[in-house]
Every structure is written in C-alpha cells, then in structure tokens.
Nanobody, 125 residues
Framework: QVQLVESGGGLVQAGDSLRLSCAASRRPVSTYAMGWFRQAPGKEREFVAAITLSWSGDTAYADSVKGRFTISRDNAKNTVYLQMNSLKPEDTAVYYC?????????????????WGQGTQVTVSS
C-alpha cells in the first residue's frame, strides 16, 4: 500500500506559476509510474502528466499542458513534482497525484492503483 499526499495548491492569477508536490508514504520501487490528474467542477477527472520512476524517466503530457507544465521526480525524497507555468483560468481544478504498478506511464484513470486526496488550484483571470 502506498499513501500519497499532495501539497502546493493555492489561488494565483493568470500567468503565474505553482509547483505541486506529491509525497509517497514509502519508497515506491522503480517499477512504479506516477501521474497527475485534475478534476474541475462538473467535469470528469482528466490526465495531466505522468512519469516513470524507472531509470529512463519517461514522461507524458496532456496536449493542453504541453510546454507549460513539467513533471519531475526525486526518488531519494519519494516525491514527484508538477511545475505549472503560465497558468490559465481553465487550469482551475482539484489536482490529484496517483501511482501505478508497472513502469509504463498511463494516461487513464483506471490505470492507477493509488490516489492522493487532491489539492485545489484556482487561477483567477
């Protein structure tokens, strides 16, 4: 069992930056992949970014955040980050961290085994 705790959300203005953190309760083995998803009110949870914890560090991004968001990891700290730049009002959502068994990144909600409680990100125009 892996417990995930997100932090770093908040209220910012359009064009600002935020960095979200996801701390794992124990060290995920290298065969894990981790991802960030988000859910806006009245909408389904959607994929944002993912990264494998294996040596390759492969990443994947949703088209809507490519070039603005960067996912990264610090295996020594059991932590995954989401650097969000040039934030837009449409980025407003609850952001969730997730972990999956297997090193291959996934963009589907069903592909993940463990989820955090979420952190609110609000971008004002």
């Amino acid at each position: 069992q892996v417990q995930l705790v997100e932090s770093g959300g908040g209220l910012v203005q359009a064009g600002d930056s935020l960095r979200l953190s996801c701390a794992a309760s124990r060290r995920p083995v290298s065969t894990y992949a981790m991802g960030w998803f988000r859910q806006a009110p009245g909408k389904e949870r959607e994929f944002v970014a993912a990264i494998t914890l294996s040596w390759s560090g492969d990443t994947a991004y949703a088209d809507s955040v490519k070039g603005r968001f960067t996912i990264s990891r610090d295996n020594a700290k059991n932590t995954v980050y989401l650097q969000m730049n040039s934030l837009k009002p449409e980025d407003t959502a609850v952001y969730y961290c997730a972990a999956k068994l297997g090193r291959v990144v996934s963009a589907t909600v069903m592909g993940y085994n463990y989820w955090g409680q979420g952190t609110q990100v609000t971008v004002s125009s």
